[in-house]
């Protein structure tokens, strides 16, 4: 499990070298899927390291919002939950302020990187994001 969780990570640093300007201000529109009409999509390594972070924040039941918006955006302070471990979707999100949509030519290597871990985990590939944590946290 560690070395799936760092290998995840290190594709997340890898992302984060890349020239794309990226400034996420954390406004949290993006983690309003009901509103935007899009929902991360995970791969299982991705869900494993996100499901690590929410046990971090010592919470062990993920929350169901009414509201549609993402399980990990806290309800009274509008912050993400998991931030550092936020899932790929969410750090090449679509927020026009923080820079709009990576173009996947761009990822597309490290959109293979997340398939293989996936295909090595026994993965079917990624999964909206509520149904693939929910499948992580079940994972002793």
Known sequence: MKATLASI???YADLAQRPVQRDCIRRTECCQFKLTGKTPQLTRGE?????????????????????????????????CLIYES???GCRTHFCQPAGGPMDRKD??????????????????????????????????
């Open 47 to 79: 869900a494993l390291l996100a499901a690590h972070g929410f046990r971090a924040s010592g919470r062990k039941e993920l929350p169901q919002p009414t509201d549609g918006s993402c399980p990990f955006l806290q309800p009274k302070t509008q912050k």
């Open 9 to 11: 990570r290190t594709v």
């Open 107 to 140: 990822v597309l290597d490290l959109i293979r990187r997340l398939e293989q871990i996936d295909s090595e985990l026994g993965g079917d590939g990624p999964h909206a994001l509520t149904q693939a944590v929910s499948w992580a946290l079940e994972q002793k």
């Open 86 to 88: 936020r899932p790929f």
